[in-house]
C-alpha cells in the first residue's frame, strides 16, 4: 500500500513535538524512572527515538535512480521482524546504544533534538516525493515515504510506552490511526481477519517485537 510522505513526515513532526513538550516537564527523578521496556529508563527512551540530524544527510547522499526493492512500510517491519531478523537478534545492541546516548547527552539536548533539529532536517526533504528511492545498507533500496511510515509507527510505539510511564495525554489520533492501519498491514491478512472476528483463535500477535 503506497501512502504519501507529506502526511506521515507532519504526523511524525507532531510527534516529535509531543516528546519535546512532555520533556520539559519532567523532573530529575521522572528522568531516571523505569518504563515498561525492560531495564529502559525515560531518558533512554527519549535518547532511543530521538532524530538525528546526521541521519538525514546520509538519507540524502543515499538517493539513487531506479525502482525499490523494499516498496512499503509494512515490508521493512516484516523483515526486521522475521523470525531471526535484526529486532530480534540486535535487541541488545539497540538497548546499549539507547543507554550510550543517554549517557552523553543531557535531557536538554534531547528535547532539542525533538524541538528544532529534528523538524528542521524533516523540511529540509519536502521537496522530495514519496517515492524517491534511497539505497539502504540492510534493504537494497527502498522508499522514502516508507521510512517516513516506519519513522512515525516508532516515535508513536514509544510515545506510548513513555505515557505508560509518566502519564500525559495520548498520541494524537491521526498517528494512531496510521500506526493501527501499518500494523495490521504487516500481518497476514487472512489469519488477521479471521482473528479479529473471531472465526480463530490463532496467535496473529504481536507482528512487531
Not at 513526515?9 to 516528546?19: H, I
Not at 514519496?130 to 545498507?137: K, S
Amino acid at each position: 500500500m503506497t501512502r504519501h510522505i507529506a502526511p506521515a513526515t507532519e504526523l511524525l513532526a507532531e510527534a516529535w513535538l509531543s516528546w519535546a513538550e512532555r520533556g520539559k516537564g519532567l523532573d530529575a527523578e521522572t528522568w531516571a524512572r523505569r518504563t515498561r521496556l525492560p531495564e529502559w529508563t525515560v531518558l533512554d527512551l527519549f535518547a532511543h527515538v530521538a532524530p538525528s540530524a546526521e541521519s538525514f544527510t546520509q538519507l540524502r547522499s543515499a538517493i539513487v535512480d531506479g525502482p525499490a526493492k523494499v516498496e512499503s512500510a509494512a515490508d521493512i517491519l516484516r523483515f526486521f521482524n522475521q523470525p531471526g531478523g535484526l529486532a530480534h537478534t540486535a535487541a541488545g545492541q539497540v538497548a546499549d546504544a539507547a543507554k550510550q546516548t543517554a549517557a552523553g547527552t543531557d535531557p536538554a539536548g534531547l528535547i532539542a533534538r525533538f524541538e528544532v533539529e529534528g523538524p528542521a532536517a524533516l523540511a529540509g526533504y519536502a521537496d522530495l516525493p514519496p517515492d524517491t528511492v534511497a539505497a539502504h545498507p540492510l534493504l537494497g533500496t527502498v522508499r522514502i515515504g516508507a521510512l517516513a511510515e516506519v519513522a512515525l509507527m516508532e516515535a508513536t510505539v514509544h510515545l506510548l510506552d513513555l505515557i505508560a510511564a509518566v502519564g500525559g495525554p495520548p498520541p494524537a489520533d491521526a498517528a494512531l490511526r496510521a500506526v493501527r492501519a501499518l500494523l495490521a498491514e504487516v500481518a497476514d491478512p487472512v489469519a488477521f481477519i479471521e482473528a479479529a472476528s473471531g472465526r480463530s483463535d490463532a496467535a496473529v500477535l504481536p507482528v512487531i517485537r
